[in-house]
């Protein structure tokens, strides 16, 4: 998740809402919720499960260290799993693609004409330090997020004009212009902060200093950038409501921070970690044949990952001038050998990425039929023509690594663009060279890019990498200050105002925001709001695979690969239940330490 102030401030005041419809135990963006109203509890926990004992596990596989306790403003790098200490109006059931169920809201009701939500809030809830929970601090909370929040609150929240208050534990939101449908779901699920700590804190600043929350963990102890450890709240107000039987099972989670990948599968070797998310396809393969594994002491599981594997990909940066020509952009997409990084790096544990919306319904193919035809003809001439041919599919190589017929046709399109071979370089009419740089912040993803550098060399390129350490990566990226970085983003199964953080002109210059390539399209921004305004799934699914058409068209990106699978090691320590959540890995939710495996397994060697 990773920030602008609008010029509507959100008010807290004494209100009447408008008219409203029945009211509800959970919202959906469509309107139709899978649990009933007297649910025992999510359907995929296990409501008996122990609690107590200790899991210590990663912060950010690979990456980022931490140096604040605040994730929710631009300012810092904030501790992963900060959002345990805050409760939030409804609750996500993973099982569903968007619905929310009663949470610190004991009810919702949504206005018939849709123009606003009311929430009527449990009377139980209350803060770590025993205050009631109340509607001045939901407004206040929405005051902040949207005036010094990251630019995704920003974004998510510019059409929620107000937040008032009517009582005590009764409050409205009101909304405006037609993108509407996911704003109820969207301030159900904002975290809740106290107005009184923050009245007395600054909010727009890092500090290391655990806040006032009120969700299922605490702040135990830490070390910045090296651990922290969050502990299970035995005083939780909301620990046996429905939505929370069977959840939250760890009496501690600890997580470690690491410099680099290869140190952290030593660490769960060694039995420093009880569980890992391996992200290194050639580790998978070559590096788990211990005694452990074959033992069964140490477990390798593959679980399947059923949401919508999103988009990765090398970005490029269009704010930079050498961008700008898409002939430029489509040759460095015909120099990734893709086929061969996959036999020989990966072991062909994964599958081409060519969607922005991989492995889902809403992935566009062939040409668009008539419901796609229907949204893109009136954007014709603000769309590249190209869309309304076959969807645009990355090539394919002869898994050479050098694939001659790929780097010709990567020549041809530079040449057309002004790029011409001069002795061994290529510059434009100005004698500059074609120089471009990719900003990692970890060695793990130099054995991908350098074969990647070297076709771009026979080319012509100034093709370099330039490894940074990880703090400065981010804040790098928040800027803009790059060539071409490596990221991934995860798609909402339910498509809405977050694909304006990613794609749409309003964010390609805000700091800070996900739209890493600078896309600016007048066809994008229209096709985003169709989606927001998308009155069923099917209609839906047909404009988030028109957006999806018009993006891989503009191709900003030279797309990578997916697997659609979590691939865990863990110590044989703990129980689960029997399902999984359909959309969620579901450790930190649903897992629990099993106190006899973890009294009799041998950790290490």
């Known amino acids: 998740m990773r920030r602008i102030v609008l010029a509507v401030v959100a008010a807290c005041s004494i209100a009447a809402p408008p008219a409203l419809a029945e ?80 949470m610190a809201a004991r009810q919702a009701e949504v206005s018939t004409d ?61 909304f405006k212009g037609s993108n509407v449908r996911d704003l109820p779901l969207t301030v159900a699920q904002l975290p809740i902060f106290s107005k009184a700590y923050y009245t007395a804190n600054e909010f727009n600043k890092t500090t290391l200093e655990p806040p006032l929350g009120s969700g299922p963990y605490k702040v135990k102890e830490l070390n910045q950038g090296s651990f922290i450890t969050y502990e299970l709240r035995d005083d939780w107000w909301a620990k046996d409501l429905p939505v929370n039987r069977g959840r939250y099972n760890f009496g501690e989670i600890k997580l470690l921070y690491f410099r680099d990948r290869t140190t952290e599968l030593e ?78 790096l990966f072991f062909d544990a994964y599958k081409r990425t060519g969607s922005f919306f991989e492995n889902s319904a809403m ?28 969807v645009y599919e990355p090539p394919v190589s002869n898994g050479s690594g050098q694939d001659r017929t790929l780097l010709r046709k990567a020549g041809q399109l530079l040449d057309e663009a002004g790029w011409k071979v001069s002795g061994s370089t290529r510059t434009n009419e100005a004698g500059e060279p074609l120089a471009i740089e990719f900003l990692i912040f970890a060695p793990t993803f130099e054995r991908v890019i350098a074969p990647y550098v070297r076709n771009l060399k026979l080319l012509g390129l100034d093709a370099s990498i330039r490894q940074v350490e990880a703090a400065q990566y981010q804040e790098r990226l928040k800027k803009f200050d790059f060539d071409i970085a490596v990221q991934r983003y995860s798609m909402a199964e339910t498509p809405g105002v977050e694909l304006k953080s990613f794609f749409s002109s309003a964010t390609a210059d805000v700091p800070g925001s996900f739209n890493l390539s600078g ?30 058409r018009v993006l891989r068209a503009e191709q900003f990106w030279v797309p990578q690969w997916y697997k659609g699978a979590h691939t865990l090691a863990y110590w044989d320590i703990f129980g689960r239940p029997s399902s999984k959540p359909k959309f969620a890995r579901g450790v930190f939710d649903t897992w629990w330490i099993d106190a006899d495996k973890a009294a009799s397994v041998k950790r290490g060697p």
């Open 267 to 344: 660490a769960l070797k060694a039995g420093k970690l009880d569980l890992r998310e391996e992200f290194t396809s050639k580790s998978w393969a070559t590096e788990y044949d211990l005694p452990a594994v074959k033992e069964g002491r140490l477990i390798k599981e593959t679980l399947p990952d059923e949401r919508a594997s999103g988009a990765q990909g090398f970005f490029l940066n269009m704010r930079r001038a050498k961008f700008a020509d898409k002939r430029v952009r489509q040759a460095l997409d015909l120099a990734f050998d893709y086929e061969w990084t996959n036999k020989n």
């Open 114 to 174: 849709r123009m606003s939500v009311t929430f009527w809030l449990d009377e139980r809830a209350k803060f770590s330090d025993g205050t009631q929970l109340t509607a001045e601090d939901v407004c206040h909370t929405f005051d902040l997020l949207k005036k010094d929040g990251l630019p995704q609150y920003a974004v998510a929240l510019q059409d929620v004009e107000s937040c008032t208050v009517s009582e005590p534990l009764k409050l409205n939101y009101s």
């Open 23 to 102: 009211p509800q135990h959970g919202l959906s963006a469509f309107g139709e919720l899978a649990l009933p109203a007297d649910f025992a509890h999510l359907p995929y926990v296990n409501p008996e499960a122990p609690k107590g004992g200790r899991i210590t596990t990663l912060g950010t596989a690979g990456r980022i260290t931490f140096d604040s306790l605040n994730g929710y403003i631009l300012k810092g790098e904030p501790a992963q799993l900060i959002d345990l200490l805050f409760d939030t109006l409804m609750v996500r059931n993973a099982d569903e693609p968007d619905a929310v169920y009663a």
């Open 519 to 548: 896309l600016k399209s007048e066809g994008v921004d229209a096709l985003i709001d169709t989606i927001m305004q998308a009155k069923d799934r099917d209609s839906l699914t047909v404009a988030s695979q028109a957006l999806d």
């Open 363 to 390: 992935r566009a193919s062939g040409k668009p039929g008539p419901d796609e035809l229907a949204l893109l003809e009136p954007l014709k001439d603000k769309l590249p023509p190209e869309v309304f041919a076959d």
